[in-house]
């Protein structure tokens, strides 16, 4: 299994970014599939999860109605599209797939909100 984030950058305050990740070495179309993020200092948090089929998402009450998580199956990658971003979001962002018994995590991508 390789999950391989792509996106990250430096936004100001109030901007948009959209993270890729792109997953291969499993049946991609029958999993779930999340974003998770860790702050300076702070723990790693769910951040959006998005069911196999992509009719089914959740997310942390901290990004609601401001990212949306979303996958295209034929390409084997989940998105996630972050708008009026804030500096409390800067984070490095990171993909995951739980395929029993394993967590899989992909590198992470660093996304940093700042003036």
């Known amino acids: 299994v390789q999950l391989v984030e792509s996106g990250g950058g430096l936004v100001q305050p109030g901007g948009s970014l959209r993270l890729s990740c792109a997953a291969s070495?499993?049946?991609?179309?029958?999993?779930?599939m999340s974003w998770y993020r860790q702050g300076p200092g702070k723990d790693r948090e769910l951040v959006a999860r998005?069911?196999?089929?992509?009719?089914?998402?959740n997310y942390a009450d901290s990004v609601k109605g401001r990212f949306t998580i979303s996958r295209a199956n034929v390409k084997n990658t989940v998105y996630l599209q972050m708008n009026s971003l804030k500096p409390e979001d800067t984070a490095v962002y990171y993909c995951?797939?739980?395929?029993?018994?394993?967590?899989?995590w992909g590198q992470g991508t660093q996304v940093t909100v700042s003036s």
């Open positions: 070495g499993f049946t991609f179309s029958n999993y779930y």
């Open positions: 995951n797939t739980f395929t029993f018994p394993n967590n899989y």
């Open positions: 998005i069911s196999p089929a992509g009719s089914s998402t």
